[in-house]
């Protein structure tokens, strides 16, 4: 329960008021302070709602009974105690007003002043008072302005504390999220992984073994489905990874030859789709620092999203090559265009443009591109038009000093 609701007496309600005024070093000083400046000898604390007065911090010079979690009734005991208002009394037993004053302490009081603590949002929390069984003179502007100023500083300090404990328990639950996170990867890294493997090596058994085409088919669709989930958990995977640690990681090492690597991907796909038509123009003719791995990752998925997306029976093309700055690697496809409105949507995830109805896929492989895209210091964009056909961009950079080499074998042509 949050110590500001007015609450009616739980245990919750002595237990986090009194919690969050203990938290506060500054106040033990103020309550010394006030008793020193008007030689009463108990100061108090109180969080105050409408139906119940609880003492959070006491200064008691007396033996009062007031102590830290003690409650009482407003309507029963401490009436002026309570007040919403600030609140001075010099002489109890004869003020025609207070003379039947009760208060929840041992001692008859004669002497009482508070001020009420409001906080930021409006609401009181409750009051700073100090009492005395003797009369005493406290009905001047200073001393009343003094515990006006204090509780405000204490509404101001209780303010800061609630912010605080909410920030901390957002990090214990961010922290509880980052770990259930991360019993949901080892689940899919794990739990889901070794039975799919059992799936496809079970039909590229049967593929292997069987000699009915019917039959034949049904295995190879086993294989293709086994593979396709492996996708669907690699991507959730990614996405999963990238959102706990702040994006997909990358190991960049020197590639001398990317064009194989590209390559096995577009005779990867063509092996999967043997109806498809992709036409290749691979032809880097320098070393590239970058994740082999999560290049043909990238090349994959476009390929994938062309093929799926594209003018069917139509071609789909990839051309990869590197100019002065940057590796360039493009895929290109015919067919209806990405409405304009969505295209600065179209690297979020879960987002899907096709107007087909097709919907394979969980809508994460182009929000993974551009991850490990950005992962590489790079960049990455689209272009669609219903003449010119759909054309996804990626550049990475070479680096600092294959740049260089390249700019200076142009000048010497």
């Not at 001047?140 to 209780?158: G, H, N, T």
């Not at 759909?390 to 550049?395: H, I, K, L, P, V």
Request: hydrophobic fraction near 45%; include cysteine.
């Amino acid at each position: 329960m949050n110590p500001m609701d007015d609450g009616a007496g739980d245990i919750q309600d002595i237990v986090e008021p009194v919690a969050v005024i203990g938290r506060i070093d500054i106040i033990p000083t103020l309550l010394n302070v006030l008793c020193e400046m008007t030689g009463m000898r108990v100061a108090v604390v109180a969080r105050v709602t409408d139906k119940v007065w609880t003492a959070c911090a006491v200064k008691d010079d007396i033996q009062s009974g007031l102590e830290p979690g003690a409650e009482f009734p407003v309507d029963a005991t401490c009436e002026a105690l309570a007040s919403p208002v600030p609140l001075v009394i010099e002489h109890a037993s004869i003020d025609p007003l207070f003379r039947h004053l009760r208060t929840p302490t041992l001692h008859p009081i004669e002497s009482y002043i508070s001020a009420p603590i409001i906080l930021a949002s409006g609401r009181r929390f409750g009051n700073l008072s100090a009492l005395d069984p003797n009369p005493a003179k406290i009905c001047e502007p200073r001393i009343v302005s003094m515990f006006e100023q204090f509780a405000a500083l204490i509404a101001a300090q209780i303010d800061n504390q609630l912010l605080h404990d909410q920030e901390h328990n957002a990090l214990l639950d961010a922290r509880e999220a980052g770990e259930l996170r991360e019993q949901f990867i080892a689940i899919l890294g794990h739990d889901l992984r070794n039975p799919l493997h059992a799936v496809y090596a079970s039909g590229d058994m049967l593929e292997r073994r069987l000699t009915d085409p019917a039959l034949l088919a049904f295995a190879a669709r086993i294989k293709s489905n086994a593979r396709r989930m492996s996708g669907l958990i690699d991507d959730i995977l990614d996405f999963a990874r990238g959102r706990l640690g702040g994006g997909i990681g990358v190991e960049l090492t020197e590639i001398e030859n990317l064009n194989a690597g590209l390559l096995a991907v577009v005779h990867e796909l063509r092996d999967g789709q043997p109806d498809c038509q992709i036409i290749a123009d691979i032809g880097v003719s320098c070393s590239v620092r970058c994740d082999l791995g999560r290049l043909q990752q990238i090349a994959s998925n476009l390929l994938a999203n062309a093929l799926t997306h594209g003018l069917p029976q139509s071609p789909v093309k990839i051309s990869a090559k590197a100019d002065a700055n940057d590796l360039v690697l493009e895929v290109w496809n015919a067919g209806e265009p990405i409405p304009a409105e969505s295209l600065d949507k179209i690297f979020e995830p879960f987002w899907r443009h096709s107007m087909s109805a097709g919907r394979n896929g969980l809508g994460l492989g182009l929000h993974i591109c551009s991850q490990i895209v950005r992962a590489h210091q790079g960049r990455i964009s689209v272009t669609s038009t219903r003449e010119g056909g759909t054309q996804f961009t990626a550049r990475l950079p070479l680096g600092t000093h294959i740049a260089e080499h390249r700019q200076a074998a142009a000048l010497m042509r």
